[in-house]
């Protein structure tokens, strides 16, 4: 398992998921960690939200720690929102005559 002591500085938007090792009932996570957000992220996404839920985008590894115990590294981000074709036309009242 990952040994974070005092010193560490996680990165911006990453994190960690491991193995729960303490897990006794089928209620319990099968896996745990934590993702260390940068305020500039969570602002952005506040701002640009217009519900009352938020969605930011995953993306997961596999790596090995030095025991080749596998964890999950994790990478927070803004969702990805396909760009508008500006290729087609937007108004509908063209000369179509159907």
């Known amino acids: 398992m990952l040994t974070i002591n ?3 500085k996680p990165k911006s ?4 998921v491991f193995k ?12 745990k960690g934590d993702v260390y957000l940068d305020r500039e992220l969570l602002e952005l996404l506040l701002r640009e939200s217009k519900d009352s839920v938020i969605k930011i985008t995953l993306s ?3 790596k090995k ?14 969702p990805y929102v396909k760009p508008f ?8 009242d ?3 005559p159907f």
């Open 60 to 62: 997961a590894y596999i």
């Open 85 to 92: 074709n500006s290729q087609f036309p937007q108004d509908k």
């Open 20 to 31: 729960n090792k303490f897990k006794k009932t089928d209620s319990q996570p099968d896996l």
């Open 13 to 16: 938007n990453t994190g960690f």
């Open 94 to 96: 063209d000369d179509i």
């Open 6 to 8: 005092n010193d560490f």
């Open 65 to 78: 720690t030095k025991d080749a115990d596998k964890y999950l590294s994790v990478y927070a981000s803004k």
